[in-house]
T-cell receptor, first 106, second 115 residues
Framework: AQRVTQPEKLLSVFKGAPVELKCNYS??????LFWYVQYSRQRLQLLLR??SRESIKGFTADLNKGETSFHLKKPFAQEEDSAMYYC????????FGAGTILRVKS | ETGVTQSPTHLIKTRGQQVTLRCSSQ?????VSWYQQALGQGPQFIFQ???????GRGNFPPRFSGLQFPNYSSELNVNALELDDSALYLC??????????????FGQGTRLTVV
C-alpha cells in the first residue's frame, strides 16, 4: 500500500526563520516523491521532485529511504512562501498527503 | 499552449442524481487523472486515463466512471450521488501515463455540493 503522512496541519514561522515541512511515506517499491504547492486562489502546481535534486524557490528536499522521509526545507522563509504544501508519492498511482499550511509572519 | 480547464466551476446536485464533470487537458498531453479533495484533506486519486483507456484506479466505487476522448479531454461521471461526494474534483493532465515521470498540471477544480 502507498501512504503519505504529513504530521503538521499548520506550520507558522517568522520571516527569515528556517522552515521544515515533514513528510513520511510508506511504499514497498522504489518511491518517486514530489512536493506540490497551492498558493492562495491558485491551482495546485509541482514545486519539486526528488529525482531532479534541484532547488526551487530556495526549497530543497532529500529522500531518506532509511527513515522513509522526504522533508521539505528552506533556510530563510519569505512571506510569499505562505501556501498549502502537499507531499506526494508515485507508485502505481499518485498519492497525496493531507497537506501542511505554511504561514510566514512578518 | 493552453492549460488544463475544468467545467463547471461550481455545481449543486441532489442526492441520488447523476453528474458529469469535464476536463480539457493541456496541449500535447495524453494522460488525464481525476482526484477528489474533501475539505481539509489532500487530493485522493480516483482514476487515470491514458490514450483513451483507464490505466489506474483508486479506491472508489464503480459509480465513479470516466471517459477520455480522442482529443484527450475527459469526463468524470458519478451516479447515485451521496452527500459524502461533496468535494472539490481536480483534473490533472500529463504525458505518458503512470509509468513515466512527467509533471502533472492541475485544473482549477469543480466544486460539487450534494444536498
Amino acid at each position: 500500500a502507498q501512504r503519505v503522512t504529513q504530521p503538521e496541519k499548520l506550520l507558522s514561522v517568522f520571516k527569515g526563520a528556517p522552515v521544515e515541512l515533514k513528510c513520511n511515506y510508506s511504499y514497498s517499491g522504489s518511491p518517486e516523491l514530489f512536493w506540490y504547492v497551492q498558493y492562495s486562489r491558485q491551482r495546485l502546481q509541482l514545486l519539486l521532485r526528488h529525482i531532479s535534486r534541484e532547488s526551487i524557490k530556495g526549497f530543497t528536499a532529500d529522500l531518506n529511504k532509511g527513515e522513509t522521509s522526504f522533508h521539505l526545507k528552506k533556510p530563510f522563509a519569505q512571506e510569499e512562501d505562505s501556501a498549502m504544501y502537499y507531499c506526494a508519492l508515485k507508485g502505481n498511482k499518485l498519492v497525496f498527503g493531507a497537506g501542511t499550511i505554511l504561514r510566514v509572519k512578518s | 499552449e493552453t492549460g488544463v480547464t475544468q467545467s463547471p466551476t461550481h455545481l449543486i446536485k441532489t442526492r441520488g442524481q447523476q453528474v458529469t464533470l469535464r476536463c480539457s487537458s493541456q496541449s500535447g498531453h495524453n494522460t488525464v487523472s481525476w482526484y477528489q479533495q474533501a475539505l481539509g484533506q489532500g487530493p485522493q486519486f480516483i482514476f487515470q486515463y491514458y490514450r483513451e483507456e483507464e490505466n489506474g484506479r483508486g479506491n472508489f466505487p464503480p459509480r465513479f466512471s470516466g471517459l477520455q476522448f480522442p482529443n484527450y479531454s475527459s469526463e468524470l461521471n458519478v451516479n447515485a450521488l451521496e452527500l459524502d461526494d461533496s468535494a472539490l474534483y481536480l483534473c490533472a493532465s500529463s504525458w505518458g501515463g503512470l509509468l513515466v515521470d512527467t509533471e502533472a498540471f492541475f485544473g482549477q477544480g469543480t466544486r460539487l455540493t450534494v444536498v
